[in-house]
């Protein structure tokens, strides 16, 4: 499934967007962990792109970190740690919940209530959870979110494997944000790049 939104000029020039890279933490990484994306690596790969593109272009930068009480995302355990090249920087934003929703640290949710028409780009992992979950968040608040597809990943979900699980979840996310792929991200900020800074 190939999920195109048309991007009117006025949204992105209106927007105040946030790049927000939630969950790349060793739990969804780690062969035989509960939460471990089997194959993550394309995923990772695309997401540290955008990450390494973002810092060039000096867009906002907000990295989410989930911590629960128990055996998983245990702030002692270092599978909570991040994955490799997804250390926050000194210059960028941290914000750590112990639900799914990114809304759930309410430093970002008052962030965003104080930010006019806020747009994030979301990449995450799983996006059956933190993706899903902010996303039907954003929606009821009336905020935008652009969520990039080939920059998350999903575990197994059921009978599906992971590649179906996430196409499903995708297709759900597209009903409460814009799904898109990084190519496709790019080519719109390049094409409105002469016009206005993205940013």
């Known amino acids: ?27 969804y990484t780690a062969a035989g962990r509960a939460f471990a994306v089997t194959d993550p690596g394309p995923a990772v790969a695309r997401a540290r792109r955008w990450l390494e593109t973002a810092r060039a272009k000096m867009l906002p930068i907000a990295h989410f970190r989930q911590y629960r009480n ?7 355990s270092p599978f909570a740690d991040w994955i490799d090249g997804f ?16 809304y759930a640290d309410s430093g970002f949710s008052d962030f965003t ?24 968040e954003a929606s009821g608040r009336g905020h935008r979110v652009i969520y990039l597809s080939d920059c998350s990943a999903t575990p197994s979900l059921g009978g599906l494997g992971e590649a179906d699980a996430h196409r499903a979840v995708s297709a759900v996310i597209a009903t409460y944000a814009d799904v898109l792929t990084l190519d496709q991200l790019l080519a719109e900020m390049d094409s409105l790049a002469p016009r206005r800074s993205f940013a």
């Open 87 to 102: 250390r926050p920087r000194t210059d960028e934003i941290l914000y750590e919940r112990g639900l799914p929703s990114c």
């Open 113 to 136: 209530a104080n930010v006019a028409e806020p747009l994030i780009i979301l990449a995450g992992l799983s996006a059956d959870q933190v993706c899903l979950a902010t996303a039907v």
């Open 1 to 27: 499934m190939n999920i195109v939104p048309l991007f009117p000029q006025r949204s992105w020039r209106q927007a105040s967007a946030i790049v927000a890279f939630a969950d790349f933490q060793r739990e």
């Open 70 to 76: 128990g055996a998983y995302f245990n702030r002692t």
